[in-house]
């Protein structure tokens, strides 16, 4: 058993109603029972609340963070509270939900056992992303699922050199490179040919979007690994870095992105004896099709 659950915030998808309308609920369970419950401050804004509490500002000392909506509400999550070691209950209202514990009407007869401490966490890794001029730090985040180079809109194809533990890998022109971990491989990383990998695997994905040669393959690489990444000599397409598919920036000639295994990782709330393998076979409908 862990610990009782005495103080929670409440994220919510704001883009819809239905999210809002269960975080509504959710909030109200909690109180009557006295857990401390706060909403974050977009979920409370779009409440018509005050109070809400600003993703950069939840405490430490938070025991659960419940995210509702689908993947992208956990992973915008994600990013702010898990270097703080919160953990996150996710509340599939998306279509995929592969990070999502519960389905909306699981959720409610389940709050007894979270509150009383019946669960277990999940850690997953997460990648450390480091843009750098020299040994400047430009810019710093955290990514869940996959760190994305890629070219914009109208441009041709990119050149991409590759470094592992700066050991030269390779010399890419494609239309951008994949660096993913475990949970992202059944992300992008999956749809540009990338394998699945077990969340449990010590490893991180390179997968290649659409390379000029078909030599290139995707590769699984050690979870240690210190990946870096620049432009070819000779590339003069805009191109960027995008982080979970939901932030992002440029990178140019000047700049070196450097990824490797961030300090913290994510740690998932889970309830359901569901194995890695039945979130596939389920949500990819294998055997179905």
């Not at 909690?30 to 401390?36: F, N, P, S, T, W």
């Not at 702010?80 to 996710?90: A, E, Q, T």
């Not at 180079?149 to 030269?168: E, F, P, Q, Y």
């Not at 003069?236 to 990178?251: A, C, K, M, N, R």
């Amino acid at each position: 058993m862990n610990q009782p659950v005495g103080k929670v915030v409440v994220v919510a998808r704001t883009g819809s109603d239905r999210p809002l309308e269960l975080a509504t609920r959710i909030g109200g369970w909690l109180k009557e029972r006295g857990v401390a419950v706060q909403f974050d401050l977009a979920t409370s804004t779009a409440l018509g609340l005050r109070n809400g509490v600003r993703r950069d500002a939840i405490s430490k000392k938070t025991d659960l963070v419940i995210a509702v909506g689908g993947d992208g509400t956990l992973l915008s999550i994600a990013r702010s509270v898990s270097p703080r070691g919160i953990p996150i209950l996710g509340v599939n209202m998306g279509s995929m939900g592969f990070l999502t514990e519960l389905q909306p009407d699981e959720l409610l007869p389940n709050l007894d056992r979270i509150v009383s401490g019946d669960y277990r966490i999940e850690e997953r890794a997460t990648l450390r992303v480091r843009l750098m001029h020299g040994d400047q730090v430009l810019n710093e985040h955290m990514a869940l699922n996959d760190v994305v180079v890629t070219k914009s809109a109208l441009a041709r194809m990119i050149g991409l050199d590759l470094w592992l533990d700066r050991n030269r890998m390779a010399s890419y022109t494609s239309d951008g490179l994949i660096l993913s971990t475990p949970t992202g491989s059944t992300a992008y990383s999956l749809s540009a040919g990338g394998p699945v990998l077990d969340p449990g695997v010590d490893a991180f994905v390179v997968t290649p979007i659409c390379p000029h040669s078909m030599a290139y393959r995707p590769t699984v690489i050690p979870g240690n690994t210190s990946i870096q990444v620049a432009l070819k000599e000779g590339t003069h397409e805009e191109v960027y870095v995008t982080l979970d598919g939901q932030i992002g920036f440029p990178i140019s000639h000047q700049n070196i992105l450097h990824v490797d295994r961030h300090p913290a990782p994510v740690r998932l709330l889970r309830l359901v004896d569901r194995s890695f393998y039945e979130v596939l076979r389920t949500k990819l409908k294998w055997g179905e099709r």
